[in-house]
């Protein structure tokens, strides 16, 4: 008898392709962040009808901050309206906001608005975990110092202090556009993850695209080192 199918519980996604999106258009890079969000918004709504327990989405990098201050100041204003517009449906849809990085650092209003979402959305049964002012060495560095200052710095004492110590581990690592390198997200994480990069533009890529993804991961055979 051959074994079931693995089924993917956490997913993790590399959201790259809105600037390409809209210049292929002749449009605003804003324009291309905003069809980024209307995407994030139909995936998050797809998650439980999917089996996941988590989604995990790479949303402003701490590299990110090099961008044009004119690009950095949509982006944050689209987080603000995001939040605003979204966290009914959240709640009412027993999702649960998580944020890693370090998001402390953001516009204090950001702050304020992030902490009231995380309070509302705490007893939510699946999780959406967004990476705001992210970096994988960083994530890193801070939880072997924390490791190291109880002791003990082993692969468990650092894998217990990082971001996401709450989440079920990391299954499949997707990144859109057509880009094949990880960009300084969830290194630790994604020791043993299987990854899969598409052509497809993030504003393009759909419920369907990560069915489509889940179903790959169904297929393939994870040996997590073994024969």
Sequence with gaps: MGS???????????????GRWAKRRALP??????????????????VGSMGLDCLT??????????????????????????IKSDLPEFIAND????IIGDWQGLAPDIVAMLEDALEQTSGGSRTLAVALNYGAQQEIARA???????????????????????LPPLDLLIRTSGEVRLSNFL???????????????WPDFTPEHLQTALDDFADRERRFGGR
Excluded: C
């Design 4 to 18: 079931s199918p693995a089924q993917a519980k956490h997913v993790a996604i590399i959201m790259d392709g809105n």
């Design 29 to 46: 890079r804003a324009m291309g962040h905003q069809r980024g969000v209307e995407a994030v918004r139909k995936l998050v709504r797809s």
């Design 57 to 82: 989405l790479y949303a402003f990098s701490s590299e990110n901050w090099k961008r044009p201050d004119e690009e950095v100041d949509d982006l944050m204003n689209l987080m603000r309206k995001f």
């Design 95 to 98: 999702v649960r906001l998580k």
């Design 144 to 166: 072997a110092a924390k490791a190291a200052a109880i002791g003990e710095v082993t692969d468990k004492s650092i894998a217990a202090h990082l971001d996401t110590n709450d």
């Design 187 to 201: 290194l630790w994480q994604a020791a043993y993850a299987e990854m899969l990069f598409v052509d497809t533009l």
